[in-house]
């Protein structure tokens, strides 16, 4: 599957960095899946929990991690005696109204991401594939293999470089094949426990979960993923959205990532380092980054336990689209693999003081603001509060009894 970012030729790294510095535990949180193809390498080895903002990677990570294998469509296998995929790609349609791809993505809507038949062929089997589930033909786990084994079929035929943002103005060779659902291609393990998806936005999300590693994999260039990828987003949603532009795009309904804007992605990683209840944390980066590779390791080492931060390098080709950062041609680039051990002791203060917050400090941590400079704690009393706050320049106590 074509998918910019993607880390699969990536996965030895990460289990390198993982032995190298002898990483132990049994949870695994993949905090900007994507794809998931981080998540299905190691199901065998941790319980892994995934999490996108993005539906349609909730959708594939849903196929991939929540029950290890390719479902066996029993049910409806039985009812119509064949192959569902086989079936399903045999079936004629004929297009309507309700047919969006046919109507929008196709030269009938004015646009060349998909020839005519293919649009009739996504659509006939999308609305098919829902059809079944809402009748109860296939279960949860074979509805979400289907959708996921959609995005990657339909990959083999759109007419365009690997993102959505635009088509080409010709027919690529690609673009003439036949629309074909295929299955999709998972790695065939027995679980190591019991995975989690989430549809989340991370910095959030964080705040609720805990765990031994923590995988972190943002969009850390301009590109805005919900943007480059709308198709998928449509095709698993498949929810008639109002489009716009050349492209087709749907509304981003406040989807932008923080992480690929240049005046934010600084504040946010900060806010996801002060956040995070991970032991060991692991961040793919590049020297394409928003944020300077120096000025992240250095805000990371503020969380770090020591101040320590690994910084291991990986010669990596980068996927190109016409809006790649730096334009580099996929030469040069430095992919990088950070490693720090969060801090994540509570220093509790020896005075038992009346009207300590002891008590109340995992909340008061929760919802301190995102980027802190300096944090003054104007009433410290016994400094519960102040001792476990970490700023990036300081942190002032004050307290008007002289005696504490």
């Known amino acids: 599957m074509r998918y910019l970012g993607s880390k699969i030729k990536l996965l030895s790294s990460i289990e390198d960095v993982i032995k190298k510095n002898n990483i132990q535990g049994e949870t695994f949180a993949d905090l900007f899946a994507g794809t998931g193809c981080v998540g299905d390498y190691f199901k065998d080895r941790y319980n892994v929990i995934s999490n996108d903002f993005l539906y349609f990677s909730y959708v594939l990570n849903m196929a991939k991690l929540k029950y290890g294998r390719t479902p066996k469509f029993k049910k409806i296998e039985r009812k119509i005696g064949c192959n569902i995929f086989d079936w399903l790609n045999k079936m004629n349609f004929t297009p309507d109204d309700k047919f969006f791809f046919y109507n929008n993505y196709t030269p009938i809507g004015d646009r060349m991401f998909f020839t005519e038949s293919n649009g009739i062929k996504i659509d006939g089997i999308r609305l098919k594939i829902e059809e079944l589930f809402t009748t109860d033909e296939i279960n949860e786990n074979e509805y979400y293999f289907l959708l996921a084994s959609m995005m990657d079929s339909l990959t083999r035929v759109s007419n365009t470089s690997g993102t959505y943002e635009a088509f080409f103005k010709f027919w690529d060779s690609r673009a003439g094949k036949e629309f074909e659902l295929q ?91 002060r956040q995070i209840k991970f032991e060991h944390v692991l961040i793919s980066y590049s020297n394409q980054g928003l944020v300077p590779l120096e000025e992240l390791c250095e805000l990371a080492s503020h969380f770090a336990v020591d101040g320590e931060v690994q910084i291991n390098h990986y010669d990596y080709q980068e996927y190109q689209n016409h809006r790649s950062s730096n334009k580099r041609n996929g030469k040069g680039l430095n992919e990088v693999i950070i490693y720090f051990k969060k801090d994540m002791k509570i220093n509790k203060s020896p005075i038992n003081y009346s009207g300590s917050k002891d008590t109340l400090l995992p909340e008061i941590l929760k919802a301190l603001p995102a980027q802190i400079d300096t944090f003054v704690d104007v009433m410290g009393g016994a400094f519960n509060v102040g001792a ?17």
């Open 183 to 273: 299955p999709l291609e998972i790695n065939e393990v027995d679980l190591y426990g019991k995975n989690t998806v989430y549809n989340r936005d991370t910095n959030e999300l964080v705040r609720e979960i805990t765990g031994d590693i923590a995988y972190i994999d943002p969009p850390y260039t301009v590109t805005q993923y919900v943007s480059a990828y709308h198709m998928f987003e449509t095709l698993t949603k498949y929810d008639a959205p109002a489009i716009k532009g050349v492209g087709g795009k749907r509304g981003r309904d406040g989807q932008n990532s923080l992480y690929a804007q240049r005046t934010k992605a600084k504040l946010i990683f900060e806010d996801l380092f």
């Open 388 to 404: 476990n706050v970490t700023a990036t320049r300081k942190v002032v106590y004050n307290e008007i009894n002289p005696y504490i």
